[in-house]
T-cell receptor
């Protein structure tokens, strides 16, 4: 079946602009995660959606970052007033149930470059 | 102290040889442990879960040492296709998120 998809695959934006990154999880997966991976760094947790519960936003680095998940499926990560340090690969993952013991399936990522 | 620490390497391994590496985790309450594989410029994919009793999947063996708070991965009879970064992943406990290490980069040399 179809895996996790993300769009766009690459995004170049000017400092100060807003960007929206989209994630389509695997159908039926109730948990959705956003991470970012900077060059040479590990994955940094950003936000976690678990079914209809309130999302865990504890990893968002600043109030310029926000995310929503509509209808329990597609998610959008928005970065306002982008800064150069926001340049990274943004990865989305989904899992069948919101339980840490379950495998997370990752999308191919969106490579964001802020100039 | 970081939640998960790994020696990034690279680990240069002759084809056919055995390579092993560890990762340490800081929270003794950590519940679940995994190894993910990430190829260059690709997304991470689950390689194997790590159980308390240790587990083996073909040429790959994972071990958990709760007393010393580390997990290990051993790759036997290395293949060129094993070249990748191996990410140590831990659930720190208390919530449903995972903490990822920076990864151990393995380069298998012909």
């Amino acid at each position: 079946g179809a895996g996790v998809s993300q769009s766009p695959s690459n995004k170049v934006t000017e400092k100060g602009k807003d960007v929206e990154l989209r994630c389509d999880p695997i159908s039926g997966h109730t948990a959705l995660y956003w991470y970012r991976q900077s060059l040479g760094q590990g994955l940094e947790f950003l936000i976690y959606f678990q079914g209809n519960s309130a999302p865990d936003k504890s990893g968002l680095p600043s109030d310029r970052f926000s995310a929503e998940r509509t209808g329990g499926s597609v998610s959008t990560l928005t970065i306002q007033r982008t800064q150069q340090e926001d340049s990274a690969v943004y990865l989305c993952a989904s899992s069948l149930v919101p339980d840490y013991s379950y495998e997370q399936y990752f999308g191919p990522g969106t490579r964001l470059t802020v100039t | 102290r970081k939640e998960v620490e790994q020696d990034p390497g690279p680990f240069n391994v002759p084809e056919g040889a055995t390579v092993a590496f560890n990762c340490t985790y800081s929270n003794s309450a950590s519940q679940s442990f995994f190894w993910y594989r990430q190829d260059c410029r690709k997304e991470p994919k689950l390689l194997m879960s790590v159980y308390s009793s240790g587990n083996e999947d073909g040429r790959f063996t994972a071990q958990l040492n709760r007393a010393s708070q580390y997990i290990s991965l051993l790759i036997r009879d290395s293949k060129l296709s094993d070249s990748a970064t191996y990410l140590c992943v831990v659930n720190p406990g208390g919530n449903n998120r995972l903490a990822f290490g920076k990864g151990n980069q393995v380069v298998v040399i012909p």
